[in-house]
């Protein structure tokens, strides 16, 4: 069922005074029912093509018409505005809310809506969201490239202007997006009312090593190459400066123990430290130092205690580490990443880039949809494009003819004498 076309009265004016609107239409792709933009002027539109856009008006009148089945309103590079998508969060019938969507409701504090669907809402702020993830589980974060279909239909206690959320964004994008079970706590949200769950307590063994130790050792192993560059500062290997962070903190993370004050300690000294590190990034109060950290050492399984080797055999973990261990030779204790790991010690340390892709396949399957809607809108120009020329060609050949005299006034004959 189509819902109601909105009403003027009942959007922001901040948003009706942009000239960012486009009708959208159902279509269904692969058995699943999606919606894609559409241009007045006919055709698809794009999210990244401002002449695909139109006004309000413009929009809500083309969909009047029956061109479209309602108006969405696109987030642009050059407008402040975020859209955040809480999905299968409502019930259609009696609309009752989830608690993890109520709680992010409360605190945007911002111009709330009923998704077209009726079982989910969309929110608007002014603001910017942090690098590193935009979508998970049921909760989704746009700042451009993306449009929303506009119903009016407001959510009554929510304001309805588009409010500053800055901060309020960042607390929620680091609780979902940066914790170290951000799809766990998403998906089971809705049984908390708190936006992220209090850190973990993890009981890790330390060792006596002087911090000029953890550097020589983790120098001197087998993975020493890679821990120097860290030291060093060089995140040529990641994806991003956080996901060094996190590859550093792992490998001081074996070598002291778990002692979360020694790797704070040492990262302070290393290479990658930078301002970043004492902000707080996350709705409990934590600063990304400190979560970093915390999730270095709840995913490593394995930690060097030195009564269980001898100097030796620590600087350089080879076949005398690996007899004592039972590992493979090539296989180091404090490198979990390493593919040679087992399954499980991959997954009790999965690095954010691990933990990341499912977010990223959604991401791109998300793209990839796009592009797939971008296709389809240059196909019916192309379309166009050829049928003005068949058209043109017909108006040429009809000009293109003699008199009754046979003099030829064609104008290519013209042209030719």
Not at 107 to 119: D, K, R, W
Not at 160 to 172: H, K, N, P, Q, S
């Amino acid at each position: 069922m189509t819902p109601p076309l909105p009403e003027r009265d009942r959007l922001p004016d901040k948003l009706l005074e942009r000239g960012q609107w486009v009708g959208w239409r159902k279509q269904t792709r692969g058995g699943d029912e999606t919606k894609v933009p559409v241009s007045v002027n006919g055709g698809y539109a794009s999210a990244t093509d401002a002449a695909t856009w139109t006004t309000f008006d413009e929009a809500l009148a083309y969909a009047t018409e029956g061109a479209a089945d309602g108006v969405g309103f696109v987030f642009s590079t050059d407008d402040p505005y975020v859209g955040v998508d809480l999905d299968n969060c409502r019930s259609r019938e009696t609309g009752e809310t989830e608690a993890w969507a109520t709680v992010i409701i409360d605190q945007l504090a911002s111009y709330t809506e009923i998704s077209p669907s009726g079982t989910g809402y969309h929110i608007i702020v002014r603001g910017s969201l942090p690098p590193d993830g935009n979508r998970t589980g049921n909760l989704e974060l746009y700042e451009h490239s993306r449009f929303f279909t506009m119903t009016g239909d407001h959510v009554d206690e929510t304001p309805t202007t588009v409010a500053d959320r800055t901060d309020e964004l960042t607390a929620i994008h680091g609780a979902y997006f940066e914790t170290q079970h951000s799809q766990h706590d998403t998906q089971h949200a809705s049984n908390t009312t708190s936006i992220t769950t209090p850190p973990s307590v993890v009981d890790t063994p330390g060792n006596n090593l002087t911090d000029e130790d953890v550097v020589e050792r983790a120098s001197n192993a087998a993975n020493g190459p890679k821990f120097s560059r860290l030291w060093k500062g060089d995140t040529s290997a990641y994806d991003s400066h956080s996901e060094a962070d996190m590859a550093l903190c792992s490998i001081l993370s074996f070598w002291t123990g778990g002692d979360a004050a020694q790797i704070d300690r040492l990262l302070r000294d290393s290479g990658l430290y930078r301002k970043k590190w004492d902000e707080t990034h996350f709705a409990d109060g934590s600063t990304y130092g400190e979560k970093t950290i915390e999730r270095s050492v709840s995913r490593t399984s394995d930690f060097y205690e030195p009564s269980q080797w001898s100097n030796a055999d620590s600087r350089s973990p080879t076949r005398t580490d690996s007899a004592r261990t039972g590992r493979a030779d090539h296989q180091t204790p404090h490198d979990p990443t390493s593919t040679s790991a087992t399954p499980t010690e991959r997954s009790n340390t999965a690095s954010p880039r691990d933990t990341g892709h499912l977010d990223r396949l959604k991401d791109l399957q998300s793209h990839l949809e796009s592009v797939l809607v971008e296709n389809e809108r240059l196909q019916a120009e192309l379309e166009a494009e050829r049928e003005r020329r068949r058209e043109l060609e017909a108006a040429l050949d009809a000009v293109d003819k003699t008199d009754e005299s046979g003099r030829g006034w064609s104008l290519f004959g013209w042209f030719r004498r």
